[in-house]
């Protein structure tokens, strides 16, 4: 810039860039103070309160602005040759009545450059460009507006100042006669929406759009304003139209793309609004570090659960702004998933003095109070959520776990009504917590209601295998194995050979010992697998090979009673099977083939004497039950 704004001095010549050569070529009329009226009126522009684009899909990059190129080709050009002076003055008002980042910064340069204006003039139309550059783009005014305009308090003497001056107060006002049907002086009292939230405000604001708009002059501004009035009013849907609308005269005027995706945040469309958000930065680069497209990001990766994404955004927010309650809670929802406790519970008592009710609070309340171990605390706050939310599955399963882990010390009667309270719970998690195709939920809702349904089945799956009841249990098993860190193939290949899927318990136990050939567990479900699925001789292999190495004596315990069940005869499987309770009294396997052996010889005081030790173990498996019953019949 080489003027200054405290100087009278007149340096560089009119700068003759491509947008005002466009602007003087065409013979556009952008009214001004004592500038000639055109031979013929205008014609009217579409009516403002019916958006360009309401169905909300982002614009494409290409499309953004295009309406910029044209602007103000319906005026009827002057047949007069414009003066030096005047030609500056318009191009320079054209710039600011454009109102996106690239035109007041070409404002700017152009009030830098000229030779014609006078100085109050000069003064004047820079004041009212940096206020508009402060209000509606707060993050980049330090790249738009010349140092020494940054903080000038003092408004210029000239009318057109001192009316935007009570607009950029918050005081929109309607313009004296000597203003009227400027351009400028009816677009700056919509500035004052970005100062008040009054409905006064707006009305008085979008009276002076609706006088703007029958100018036929082009301003992103009109819908940014529009769109912030709709956003308050909470009309998702004219907000998008709206804010499409000043992107379609300035797509760099990310505003407007940081209201769309909030709008789409808001409508449950956080994809939307990540693209939208894309789009602006395809643009304007530097806007990445604005804090209110920052702050849409983080949102929008939160809510479609790309939490390591959205970390880092959610604390900058809060370095920013600690007492923003939305961001609050969405860090503890962060912490406690990662299990951070200790840190998520100051967070959650800041929010709760702003809204102790909210669904994501209490949740969150029992979640950490579990996480601490606190188990009646936790059980307060989840039948407090149910109270308030009593179909809401993430409470429906968050309650059935805590009730499900009732301690032993507790009463026989009262654990016994605690386990009958969880699965009930837990059943109606299964029926509330669906997410059906074609849902309105956020990805992050759909993931936690999914992850809750999981839940509830894990909690079944658990309950029917104690019961040993097979058939429940094999019904329950692919949704259980989607709840979060379980690791359900060693109870999977239980479920699968007691209900006897040998073919898919076979493949499971395969593909585990393939992912994990030193391990113990997969090992042994692999041989179980093949053993059922009458696969002896490579069950044999696999048994003999690894009998061969370390292993631990529970391990070995399992091989043994194994090799007992592949024995030709009675005499090598009782030996493999003593051999397995050497290793390992409490091989119930092992304690359950002796008894069969022994029953089937007919002796029973030592049937009697193994099977007594495995109802120790198991005393509520049914056929352990059976077996006892088959025993006493027999006779002594």
Not at 124 to 148: C, Q
Not at 195 to 208: D, I, N, P, Q, V
Request: contains cysteine.
């Amino acid at each position: 810039m080489t003027r200054h704004w405290r100087d009278d001095a007149r340096s560089a010549p009119l700068c003759c860039v491509p947008f005002v050569t466009r602007l003087l070529v065409a013979g556009l009329c952008i009214a001004c103070a004592g500038a000639p009226a055109p031979s013929a009126p205008a014609p009217s522009a579409p009516a403002p309160s019916a958006p360009a684009q309401a169905q909300g899909e982002p614009l494409a990059d290409k499309t953004r602005g295009a309406a910029a190129a044209d602007a103000g080709t319906a005026l009827k050009p002057t047949a007069t040759p414009l003066s030096p002076a005047l030609a500056e003055r318009r191009a320079i008002e054209f710039a600011i009545v454009l109102a996106s980042p690239k035109s007041l910064s070409e404002a700017f340069s152009l009030i830098g450059t000229s030779k014609a204006l006078k100085l109050d003039e000069a003064r004047s139309l820079a004041w009212i460009a940096a206020r508009i550059a402060g209000l509606v783009y707060p993050e980049a005014a330090e790249e738009l507006v010349p140092a020494d305009l940054r903080n000038q308090g003092e408004t210029p003497a000239t009318p057109l100042a001192r009316f935007a001056g009570e607009a950029a107060a918050g005081r929109p006002g309607t313009p004296e006669p000597a203003l009227e049907g400027q351009p400028l002086a009816e677009l700056v009292p919509a500035l004052a929406l970005f100062r008040s939230e009054s409905r006064e405000t707006a009305r008085r604001a979008l009276e002076g759009l609706e006088r703007f708009a029958r100018l036929g002059a082009v301003s992103a501004l009109p819908g940014i304003v529009r769109g912030l009035d709709a956003e308050r009013r909470k009309d998702w849907q004219g907000a998008l139209g709206f804010y499409a609308e000043a992107l379609s005269v300035a797509g760099d005027a990310y505003p407007a793309s940081a209201g769309r995706a909030r709008a789409f945040l808001a409508t449950n469309r956080p994809a939307e609004a990540l693209a939208e958000l894309d789009a602006a930065l395809s643009l304007r680069p530097s806007a990445s570090d604005y804090a209110t497209l920052r702050r849409a990001r983080a949102e929008a990766y939160y809510r479609l659960g790309r939490f390591a994404e959205a970390e880092p955004l959610v604390i900058g927010v809060l370095r920013e702004d600690p007492l923003d309650s939305g961001f609050v809670l969405m860090r503890a929802h962060l912490l406690t998933r990662a299990r951070a406790y200790q840190q998520a519970l100051p967070l959650l008592d800041a929010y709760a003095t702003v809204d102790p009710g909210n669904r994501r609070y209490l949740l969150l309340r029992t979640l950490v109070a579990e996480g601490l171990k606190s188990r009646d605390e936790a059980l307060k706050w989840a039948r407090r959520g149910l109270t308030a939310y009593p179909d809401d599955p993430e409470f429906l399963a968050a309650a059935a776990r805590l009730l499900f882990a009732a301690p032993l010390s507790l009463k026989l009667e009262l654990r016994d009504a605690a386990l009958a309270e969880g699965r009930e719970l837990a059943r109606r998690t299964l029926d509330a917590g669906r997410v059906e195709p074609g849902s309105t939920l956020a990805p992050l809702e759909a993931q936690l209601k999914g992850e809750a349904i999981a839940e509830a089945a894990r909690l079944l799956l658990l309950d029917a295998v104690a019961r040993y009841d097979w058939t429940t249990a094999l019904s329950l098993l692919d949704r259980a194995k989607t709840a979060p860190g379980f690791d359900a193939r060693a109870l999977s290949g239980l479920v699968l050979r007691k209900s006897g899927e040998w073919g898919r318990a076979l493949e499971e136990a395969a593909a585990w010992y393939r992912e994990a050939p030193e391990s113990e567990e997969a090992i042994a479900a692999y041989a179980r697998a093949l053993i059922g699925a009458k696969s002896d001789k490579a069950a044999q292999e696999l048994i003999t090979r690894h009998l061969a190495g370390k292993t631990s004596p529970s391990f070995r315990s399992t091989l043994l009673y194994l090799q007992g069940v592949l024995a030709k005869n009675e005499e090598a499987a009782l030996g493999f099977f003593r051999s397995s309770l050497v290793e390992n009294a409490d091989n119930g396997e092992a304690l359950v083939a002796m008894y069969d052996l022994y029953y089937r010889r007919k002796e029973y005081q030592r049937a009697r004497f193994y099977l007594k030790q495995a109802l120790a173990i198991a005393p509520e498996d049914p056929e352990l039950k059976r077996r006892a019953r088959e025993l006493e019949a027999a006779g002594p």
